[in-house]
């Protein structure tokens, strides 16, 4: 009897973090139509680019390629993530008390829009709460990039 009360308590717990989890991501995208399509997109297009390395959680990948998620250097340094996402950053990058120093590439076919989708998905998802990173705010920060 026990042992079915605990097995019961554990799959309840498991169902409550799984129903917050995605009533989360419903109230993010029940609300302004445009954050909407550029975090839907902006997914897409993580996963095609960013997942690989960072993974589709974003924790990173041990020491090679770090977390976005919980990343004091995402948190701090917003201008220079749009920057590396379109001309890469090679040498070492402290995240989190821990240096990375696996090249990242750039994706210079990504056009300003895109990058924006990509940062509107990384910055409103995981420990991220950030909003709407639209597009001319990306343009703008990517006209200051040094190549």
């Known amino acids: 009897m026990r042992r079915s009360n605990l097995c019961f308590g554990i799959v309840f717990i498991?169902?409550?973090i799984l129903i917050s989890c995605n009533t989360d991501k419903k109230n993010q995208l029940?609300?302004?139509?445009k954050f909407k399509q550029y975090y839907i997109q902006g997914e897409q297009l993580y996963v095609t680019h960013c997942s690989n390395c960072h993974q589709k959680n974003g924790k990173g990948l041990g020491l090679l390629y770090p977390p976005l998620d919980t990343s004091d250097y995402m948190q701090q340094n917003l201008e220079d993530v749009l920057c590396l996402m379109r001309y890469g950053k090679s040498g070492e990058l402290l995240v989190n008390g821990k240096l990375y120093n696996q090249q990242m590439p750039g994706v210079t076919t990504l056009t300003d829009l895109e990058i924006a989708q990509i940062a509107t998905y990384t910055y409103n998802t995981w420990s991220h709460k950030k909003g709407l990173i639209d597009v001319k705010q990306?343009?703008?920060i990517l006209s200051r990039c040094s190549p």
């Open 14 to 16: 498991a169902v409550i």
């Open 138 to 140: 990306a343009r703008e």
């Open 30 to 33: 029940s609300g302004d139509p």
